[in-house]
Structures are given as C-alpha cells and as structure tokens.
C-alpha cells in the first residue's frame, strides 16, 4: 500500500495526518482519511498539493 503523510500550510508547516490513504476535495472543504479510519475534516481549502514522490500531501488553507 502506498501511504502518505499530511501537512497544513497556513505560514508555518504542521502535521496533521500519518499514513493518508484517501484525499477528497469538495469545494473548499478536504477529508482525509488514514489507514487506521482516522478521518480529519479541514475547512478553507485554498490549495492542495501532492508530492507522489515523498508521498506527502500539503494544504494550504485561507487566511
């Protein structure tokens, strides 16, 4: 399985999610969910970026 890890963005980078194994975007609002059934729910979504290669994912969200 190909897991990753996610970051918020928002001036400062901070983990908020080990082995992401699903990412959602719907408007502006992002669900993600980890392997384990953790579910985080991040509202204001400006921008979603995916390293494949670092397997990580980074949001960025307004403000």
Do not use: P
């Amino acid at each position: 399985m190909c897991e990753g890890v996610a970051y918020i963005l928002n001036g400062d980078k901070k983990r908020i999610l080990d082995e992401v194994v699903s990412v959602v975007l719907s408007g502006k609002k992002l669900v993600l969910l980890n392997e384990d059934g953790v579910k985080k729910e991040i509202e204001g979504v400006k921008e979603l970026r995916v390293d494949m290669l670092r397997h990580e994912v980074y949001v960025v969200v307004e403000g």
